[in-house]
């Protein structure tokens, strides 16, 4: 199965976006999937104050991983990693408009009433799941691509 459809099939059946992006290349960089799902969870409904989509930050994580040598701990290290994020984030934005929930969505996340909006309107379904799709498709064409 290619990643993007098991990204969209783990979000379908209740991870993350974070969590679907990471887990889906856990393997390809040694990473154990329990860590990985309990350090992305965090980023969900961007951050959980409606701002940037936790497929932006899963995709930043597994591009670190992706990325980053020895020499991360400093700036120079880490210059080829910023590289690939404005990369990424230029293609994803190309793709779907925007970077952060409530422009993804048409409603805060971090109020109940947006929270509501989305539920009721079916949004986590019907939108957040292309853009998870989508997030892993643009992720795993820049990894082929290194």
Known sequence: MIKSELAKERFDSGYAC???IITCFC???DLNEADALKLSAGFAAGMQISETCGVITGAIMVLGIATCGEDC???DGRS???ERI???CEEFKRQNEFFDCSSLLGCDLSTEEGRQIAVN???FNMKCSSFVESGARILEGMLVNK
Do not use: I, P
């Open 18 to 20: 974070s969590q679907a």
């Open 27 to 29: 393997n390809e960089y």
């Open 73 to 75: 701990n400093n700036r």
């Open 80 to 82: 080829k990693l910023y």
């Open 86 to 88: 404005n990369e990424f």
């Open 121 to 123: 309107n079916n949004l």
